[in-house]
């Protein structure tokens, strides 16, 4: 299973970011064609509805149809046990505590590896591989 951080999401609809637009958009493709081999959390869901709002200025109808169709991909809700868990993963490893959370996310949905430019490419998270997409 592959948790897909927001950040995959966001270059998917970003115009300025042109180098990984590309290949973020294969990702986000896949995901909607497999949705059994991807999972989200509700954090993803928050954080790409704020930069696509606020930063990419893009309209609400098209928000709300792409959060539709991410809805899709199976995902968990961030709830008090899942918290107290990324305080724990942001302790043992010293990362920021919002990835904490989506390595608390990924590890409760079974996941083996993490999409995303947050954490360090290679590098194992509760036994779960951080994967830099973007990487050449």
Sequence with gaps: MTFVDSNVFVYAID?????KQKKARCIVTDAFAARAAYRISSQVLAE?????????GISTPLL??????MGK???VAIDNALVSRAVEIQG??????YDAQIVAAAERLGCDRILT???SDGQLYCGIMAVNPFEA
């Design 15 to 19: 115009k300025n970011a042109t180098a």
């Design 92 to 97: 043992i490893y010293g990362i920021q505590y």
């Design 64 to 69: 709300l149809s792409l959060l539709s169709e």
């Design 48 to 56: 790409f509805s704020s930069v696509a709002l606020c930063k990419l």
């Design 117 to 119: 430019e947050d954490l």
């Design 73 to 75: 991909i199976s995902h």
